[in-house]
C-alpha cells in the first residue's frame, strides 16, 4: 500500500500570504512510461464534499484560481496558495492513484492568521 | 451539468447490510470515459476510498473492505450501488459517491482522480 504523508496537520497565514502544503508518498507515484506523476489535491469546505483542484500532481482543473499551483515529483509534492484569500479556508487533501489501492493524506486545516 | 446523487437508508443495525445507491444525472454512466466510485468520511477524520466500477462491471476495490463490500452498476437506470455486510459502529460515515477519470498503468485501465461528487450522505450504525 502507499501511504500519503501530509505536513503539516494545520497551518494557519495571513491574508495574502504564501501557504505551503507537502505531501509525500511511501513510494514513487511517477508511472516511468508516461512520465506522470498520479497525484491529485483537494480541497474541502466545511459541510462540503472534496474538491478537485489538481491533478497529474501540477495540471490545475478548469477553474480553479491560479494562486493555487502543484509541484513535485516521485515521492514529493507540494501544494501552494500564493496569496491566501478568506474563501481558501478548508482542508487540503493529496490522494495517490497509482496504486491499485486508493490513498489519501491526513488533510491540512488551512486557517487564517 | 453532471449530478450525482447518494441514496438509503441512514441508520443500520451492527450486523446488517448497508446498502446505497447512486443515481447520475448530466451524464452516462456508461461512458468509457470513466470510473464510478465510493469514498467515505467518519465524522471529523479523513477520506477513505471504499471501491470503484467501470460501466463494463470492472472492479477495484480496498483490501481493507474487500471481503465486505460489493459495488454493482445498472446501466440502464444510470445508477450504480455499494453493498457493505457485516456493519459495525467503524463503518459510520459520510458516504459519498463519485466519478473517477481514469488512470493507465501496465495497460490496465483503472480509476484515477475523483472528479466530481455527490453531497454525502451520513450513515449510522446503531441498534
Known amino acids: 500500500d502507499i501511504v500519503m504523508t501530509q505536513s503539516p496537520d494545520s497551518l494557519a497565514v495571513s491574508l495574502g500570504e504564501r501557504a505551503t502544503i507537502n505531501c509525500k508518498s511511501s513510494?514513487?507515484?511517477?508511472?516511468?512510461?508516461?512520465?506522470?506523476?498520479?497525484l491529485a489535491w483537494y480541497q474541502q469546505k466545511p459541510g462540503q464534499p472534496p474538491k478537485l483542484l489538481i491533478y497529474w500532481a501540477s495540471t490545475r482543473v478548469s477553474g480553479v484560481p491560479d494562486r493555487f499551483s502543484g509541484s513535485g515529483s516521485g515521492t514529493d509534492f507540494t501544494l501552494t496558495i500564493s496569496s491566501l484569500q478568506a474563501e481558501d479556508v478548508a482542508v487540503y487533501y493529496c490522494?495517490?492513484?497509482?496504486?491499485?489501492?486508493?490513498?489519501f493524506g491526513g488533510g491540512t486545516k488551512v486557517e487564517i492568521k | 451539468q453532471l449530478q450525482l446523487q447518494e441514496s438509503g437508508p441512514g441508520l443500520v443495525k451492527p450486523s446488517e447490510t448497508l446498502s446505497l445507491t447512486c443515481t447520475v444525472s448530466?451524464?452516462?454512466?456508461?461512458?468509457?470515459?470513466?470510473?464510478w466510485g465510493w469514498i467515505r468520511q467518519p465524522p471529523g477524520k479523513g477520506l477513505e476510498w471504499i471501491g470503484s466500477?467501470?460501466?463494463?462491471?470492472?472492479?477495484y476495490y480496498n483490501p481493507s473492505l474487500k471481503s465486505r463490500v460489493t459495488i454493482s452498476v445498472d446501466t440502464s437506470k444510470n445508477q450504480f450501488s455499494l453493498k457493505l455486510s457485516s456493519v459495525t459502529a467503524a463503518d459510520t460515515a459520510l458516504y459519498y459517491c463519485?466519478?473517477?477519470?481514469?488512470?493507465?498503468?501496465?495497460?490496465?485501465?483503472?480509476?484515477?482522480?475523483?472528479?466530481?461528487w455527490g453531497q454525502g450522505t451520513l450513515v449510522t450504525v446503531s441498534s
Open positions: 463519485a466519478r473517477q477519470g481514469l488512470a493507465m498503468i501496465v495497460m490496465l485501465i483503472r480509476p484515477g482522480a475523483v472528479d466530481s
Open positions: 466500477i467501470y460501466y463494463s462491471g470492472s472492479t
Open positions: 448530466g451524464g452516462s454512466i456508461s461512458s468509457s470515459s470513466y470510473y
Open positions: 513510494q514513487s507515484v511517477l508511472y516511468s512510461s508516461d512520465n506522470k506523476n498520479y
Open positions: 490522494q495517490q492513484y497509482y496504486g491499485t489501492l486508493l490513498t
